[in-house]
Nanobody, 128 residues
Framework: QVHLEESGGGLVQTGDSLKLVCRASADAADIRSMSWFRQVPGKDREFVATIITFMNFTHYADSVMDRFTISRDNGKNTLYLQMNNLKPEDTAVYYC?????????????????????WGQGTRVTVSS
């Protein structure tokens, strides 16, 4: 059982930056893909970005392209999301997710049921 814990959320202003962190438990060796999702009340959980473990494959939602960067430190079992030029519409609870399979391509990475583990989320609020 892999445990994921997010941190780094907070209240910022439009145009500011934040870096989210997701720490995975030590038994995360079988994780092949990790992603960030976000959710606002009353809406479905939305794909943000994905990264394939030990490869340079990344994929982003159009809404965050060129503003957000996903990365992973495999040695530390840690996933990051660098968020720049934040907008009010980025306000949401951000979740870290991990999968035991290679989620190549945006279509498959967007499917919630492809993920085996989820964190509890960290809240990001962007004021206008």
């Amino acid at each position: 059982q892999v445990h994921l814990e997010e941190s780094g959320g907070g209240l910022v202003q439009t145009g500011d930056s934040l870096k989210l962190v997701c720490r995975a438990s030590a038994d995360a060796a079988d994780i092949r893909s990790m992603s960030w999702f976000r959710q606002v009340p009353g809406k479905d959980r939305e794909f943000v970005a994905t990264i394939i473990t030990f490869m340079n494959f990344t994929h982003y939602a159009d809404s965050v392209m060129d503003r957000f960067t996903i990365s992973r430190d495999n040695g530390k079992n840690t996933l990051y999301l660098q968020m720049n030029n934040l907008k009010p519409e980025d306000t949401a609870v951000y979740y870290c997710a991990a999968s035991g399979i290679y989620l190549y391509g945006g279509d498959v990475a967007r499917k919630l049921d492809e993920y085996d583990y989820w964190g509890q989320g960290t809240r990001v609020t962007v004021s206008s």
